[in-house]
């Protein structure tokens, strides 16, 4: 008799088991998230956003801390550090990630693109898989992107209207290949510079511009040294929310879908809001003594056939997956059937 109740005990805790979530005791996990810039910035208030609805939809599985306006580290060193995890998640500035990752220079082609919308479409299809790719080599995973607004100019002279206003301009700049086309041009680039000391360098009269987005420059209060802003879409940066690949390969499947949908969602967002941001900053730039202009299509059409063979370099020296970027993001065929799915 006893034998069969210990018999029938055993049975029922191998049955209770079975049947009780493998999750039920596991401990939630923390996830660091760590960001820069400021909070009130509509890419900043969107990923809040997420944060707050993976966090409600993962509850007891996993929770995200983020650590804002550069605590743990910023724009310069985030890639390194998610790539070596040394947090778990960070919002990775595309344009510094570029020397780590050179693929990314395929969706940030100075000039390449004439709208937001159009650099969004390079972040979609066999173009993202192939940027995708190539952050996990260097052991990160994408969750999403944030779009930003164009790179204007920023100038204590004059608006410019012509290719000629380029020559003997000196201009503060941090990418390379933006650095060989403005030397193409004429202009004098400048990478000595770092962001945090162009504001002084714009007002002491070291540097004639800076290159920097409408939305970003009134933030910086580049408006107030160089109170001369034109409007030329030079190129359009991205936030990307990545996470250290052995982490996410931690996670459980459920969770992993959660962030990447409702990335998803947030990634349209920002490009909905990243215009009207734009409107909204042009016009707080000019009620505050700026005078916005925007550059004739057809100078900035002579600058695309400058550009053009800087990009075909860039891809040669890259290989096969950069001469299909350039391939894909240059289609003007494969745009307009992307923007119509």
């Known amino acids: 008799m006893k034998n069969r109740v210990s018999l029938c005990v055993c049975c029922l805790f191998v049955i209770a088991a079975v049947l009780v979530p493998l999750s039920a005791g596991a401990k939630e996990m923390t996830l660091k998230l760590a960001e820069w810039g400021p909070t009130k910035h509509y890419v900043a208030e969107a990923r809040a956003e997420w944060i707050k609805t993976v966090n409600e939809a993962a509850k007891g599985k996993v929770k995200i801390v983020a650590y804002p306006g550069g605590q743990l580290y910023g ?199 990243t215009k009207r941001w734009e409107k909204k900053f042009e016009g707080a730039i000019a009620s505050e003594g700026g005078k916005v202009t925007t550059f004739p299509e057809s100078e900035r059409d002579k600058i695309k056939k400058i550009a053009r063979p800087v990009w075909k370099e860039w891809a040669e020296k890259n290989g096969k997956q950069a001469k299909r970027l350039l391939e894909l993001n240059l289609d003007k065929e494969h745009h307009g059937q992307t923007a119509q799915k």
């Not at 395929?106 to 919308?117: E, H, I, R, T, W």
């Not at 400048?190 to 409408?214: C, F, H, W």
């Open 75 to 273: 724009p310069k060193d985030m890639h390194m550090a998610v790539a070596k995890g040394s947090v778990d998640m960070g919002v990775v500035l595309q344009p510094a990630a570029m020397g780590m990752i050179p693929m990314l220079q395929g969706v940030y082609l100075p000039f390449a693109f004439d709208s937001v919308d159009e650099a969004a479409e390079a972040y979609r299809g066999e173009s993202l898989e192939i940027i995708k790719k190539a952050l996990e080599k260097k052991r990160m995973k994408l969750i999403y992107t944030s779009f930003m607004d164009g790179v204007q100019m920023f100038s204590n002279k004059k608006n410019l209207e012509s290719i000629e206003d380029f020559k003997g301009l000196r201009v503060l700049s941090a990418s390379p290949m933006f650095s060989e086309i403005m030397t193409l041009l004429g202009a004098a680039p400048d990478t000595s510079i770092p962001q945090d000391e162009q504001y002084m360098a714009l007002k002491r009269g070291v540097s004639d511009a800076t290159a920097n987005s409408t939305v970003g420059g009134y933030f910086q209060k580049s408006h107030e040294v160089a109170p001369h802003h034109t409007k030329m879409n030079m190129s359009f940066a991205t936030a990307m929310v990545c996470m250290n690949l052995k982490t996410w390969n931690k996670l459980p499947g459920e969770v992993q879908q959660v962030m990447l949908e409702e990335g998803r969602k947030q990634k349209a967002k920002t490009l909905a809001m």
